[in-house]
T-cell receptor, first 116, second 114 residues
Framework: DTAVSQTPKYLVTQMGNDKSIKCEQNLGHDTMYWYKQDSKKFLKIMFSYNNKELIINETVPNRFSPKSPDKAHLNLHINSLELGDSAVYFC???????????????FGPGTRLLVL | AQKVTQAQTEISVVEKEDVTLDCVYETRDTTYYLFWYKQPPSGELVFLIRRNSFDEQNEISGRYSWNFQKSTSSFNFTITASQVVDSAVYFCALRSGGYNKLIFGAGTRLAVHP
């Protein structure tokens, strides 16, 4: 009964490769996010999708392309991987209310990406 | 500008000590939300608490308590009678205005020694 799940948990790959990370939530939320945590533990938003529509794109290189096939899924595809892409990538989800009330974001377990 | 500052990079305590983790935030919005998340050594991010800007009541949950003070733009977190299992990195985060994202502080690494 995992709320937000990500696959794979670990990803080790060579520079220049293309890879994808998948995220699924079973909370019935309408908004999903990707955050990046660097080696110093700093967390920063990358993308946010609401009802499959991209609403935040935080100056992330074009090599990163999120895709949301439906409200419960948000995948992250990375082209031409670079050493600096090594990080932990967290998926999160929340329910955004029409009233404007902001709800809590719940995070997945993270995907540890190492680019060699 | 929106910003969260966690000035304490690392804190080391002995079990059963009380410890307070500081969080100072900046925002020009009148409506905002503050959060604390815990990241244990296993790496996941665990939600602890959320506070709205119009609710300054302090909260206690077991050994955890939170002190929200708008006058000083602070949202501090206290662990009473710390335990080894409390060892983790703790993040304070801000969500303000219509922005659909969390602004995280740099985190405070808490080490509780037996």
């Amino acid at each position: 009964d995992t709320a937000v799940s990500q696959t794979p948990k670990y990803l080790v790959t060579q520079m220049g490769n293309d890879k994808s990370i998948k995220c699924e939530q079973n909370l019935g939320h309408d908004t999903m996010y990707w955050y990046k945590q660097d080696s110093k533990k700093f967390l920063k938003i990358m993308f946010s999708y609401n009802n499959k529509e991209l609403i935040i794109n935080e100056t992330v290189p074009n090599r990163f392309s999120p895709k949301s096939p439906d409200k419960a899924h948000l995948n992250l595809h990375i082209n031409s991987l670079e050493l600096g892409d090594s990080a932990v990538y967290f998926c999160a989800s929340s329910q955004e209310r029409a009233s404007g009330w902001k709800e809590t974001q719940y995070f997945g377990p993270g995907t540890r990406l190492l680019v060699l | 500008a929106q910003k969260v500052t966690q000035a304490q990079t690392e804190i080391s305590v002995v079990e059963k000590e009380d410890v307070t983790l500081d969080c100072v935030y900046e925002t020009r919005d009148t409506t905002y939300y503050l959060f604390w998340y815990k990241q244990p050594p296993s790496g996941e991010l665990v939600f602890l608490i959320r506070r709205n800007s119009f609710d300054e009541q302090n909260e206690i949950s077991g050994r955890y308590s939170w002190n929200f003070q708008k006058s000083t733009s602070s949202f501090n977190f206290t662990i009473t009678a710390s335990q080894v299992v409390d060892s983790a990195v703790y993040f304070c985060a801000l969500r303000s205005g219509g922005y659909n994202k969390l602004i995280f502080g740099a985190g405070t690494r808490l080490a509780v020694h037996p």
